[in-house]
């Protein structure tokens, strides 16, 4: 038999330069390789991860959103009321608290002299009438001067001294005077009513800032008091009113103007219901709120094609 030869040793393995480090730096990819579960639940962590972000990011623009719109809903709802409590203003009559026809010093003034004279000139005559029948003048003269007495007395009839003369009389000019303070006192309590206007209208102060002047702060302490009707005793009160009534008016109108427009932004959204002009009661909180109509959108959603 062949003596076997005995095989020769195996030549030890020499590594070029750098190709350990090499092998050593891939060792990690090889293990990735060998546990794939290890490198898909670091993949599926961090896309999870991401969704959470993403969807928290939604829930909080969302929240963002609902707040803004609850926000907008509130201030629409805050300037309904006050446009509801502050309607009294449209029924503001100008010429009633301007008072066109009221007399003014001049006129009273000519008055009061053509008063006195006239009260001077009876007083005169009363005079001599009286010397006359005492016998301290003579008798023709007594008798002329009483007849001068009893014309002069006529003239202090209207009816005759207006077949003469229009100028009025002071006694008229005063009666016009308190007419015209009367008819202005009784429009502004219709315009205050049970509520008192002016203090009810003061926030309208954040549509025109005029509001805001200290001329007004007597006007609002007296009408939340309830004696602002009262508390007007000549033409310079009414006029201060007459001039707060306009500056409150133009802000009505500035509040409404954005109250509609803001309104017709949210119908766009779909956020709100049309105005019902047909509605029987202007006050928010008499006015019925529109129910949902659940069931018949389920209906027309399944019907309509």
């Known amino acids: ?103 003014d010093h001049h006129q009273v003034n000519q008055a009061r002299r053509r008063r006195d004279t006239w009260v001077l000139t009876l007083s005169v005559l009363a005079t001599v009438v009286l010397a006359g029948m005492a016998s301290l003048v003579p008798a023709l003269v007594g008798g002329v001067a009483f007849g001068a007495l009893a014309l002069a007395g006529l003239w202090g009839l209207p009816a005759v001294r207006h077949i003469f003369t229009q100028k009025p009389s002071h006694m008229e000019l005063l009666l016009r005077r308190r007419r015209l303070l009367h008819r202005a006192r009784r429009h502004v309590e219709h315009l205050e009513g049970p509520i008192g206007l002016a203090a009810a209208c003061r926030s309208l102060a954040e549509y025109n800032p005029a509001l805001r002047r200290s001329r007004y702060t007597g006007l609002y302490r007296l009408s939340e008091r309830g004696q602002l009707v009262d508390s007007i005793r000549n033409r310079a009160q009414a006029q201060l009113y007459l001039i707060f009534a306009l500056e409150a008016e133009k802000a009505y109108n500035r509040l409404r103007d954005e109250y509609l427009r803001t309104h017709e932004q949210m119908l766009e959204e779909g956020e709100t219901e049309p105005l019902n002009s047909a509605a029987d009661a202007t006050d928010p909180s008499l006015v019925p709120a529109p129910e949902p109509e659940t069931g018949h959108g389920n209906q027309r959603a399944a019907g309509s094609p």
Do not use: N, Y
């Open 1 to 103: 038999m062949a003596q076997q030869q005995p095989e020769p040793p195996e030549e030890p393995r020499v590594h070029p330069g750098g190709r350990l480090e090499t092998i050593q730096a891939q060792e990690p990819e090889s293990r990735e390789q060998d546990d794939p579960a290890a490198s898909g639940d670091s993949v599926t962590g961090d896309s999870g991860q991401s969704a959470d972000e993403q969807e928290s990011e939604e829930l909080d623009t969302e929240a963002a959103q609902e707040a803004a719109r609850e926000a907008v809903r509130h201030r629409q709802q805050r300037r309904r009321k006050l446009l509801h409590v502050c309607e009294r203003l449209l029924l503001l009559d100008f010429d009633t608290l301007a008072m066109p026809g009221w007399p």
